[in-house]
């Protein structure tokens, strides 16, 4: 079984930055396809940013410029820095990974707010 643990979430006010991490565990013999995505109240689940295993990279429009996603495959994590936040980044962001490993699937953390709010 795999884990995705998140962390970085908060309260920031508008045109702050916030860092967000998501760490992989359990059995894992590689990862593809890392992303993250956000959900806000009463709007569906949408894509944020995603890297392949190559470290190619996509985006959202909402947030071309002012985020940027990254790796470290040394420690299987996924990295959101988060720039010029807008109140309407508010949402809670989930990440998720395409692993290769014991039990190859798709998996999901369990979620972390962000609030952008003055």
């Known amino acids: 079984q795999v884990q995705l643990v998140e962390s970085g979430g908060g309260l920031v006010q508008p045109g702050g930055s916030l860092r967000l991490s998501c760490a992989a565990s359990?059995?894992?013999?590689?990862?593809?396809?890392m992303g993250w995505y956000r959900q806000a109240p009463g709007l569906e689940r949408e894509l944020v940013a995603i890297?392949?295993?190559?470290?190619?990279?996509n985006y959202a429009d909402s947030v071309k410029g002012r985020f940027t996603i990254s790796r470290d495959d040394a420690k299987n994590t996924v990295y959101l820095q988060m720039n010029s936040l807008k109140p309407e980044d508010t949402a809670v962001y989930y990440c998720?990974?395409?692993?290769?490993?014991?039990?190859?699937?798709?998996?999901w953390g369990q979620g972390t707010q962000v609030t952008v709010s003055s």
């Open positions: 890297i392949t295993s190559g470290g190619s990279t």
């Open positions: 359990g059995s894992i013999l590689r990862i593809n396809d």
């Open positions: 998720n990974a395409h692993v290769l490993g014991g039990v190859t699937g798709v998996y």
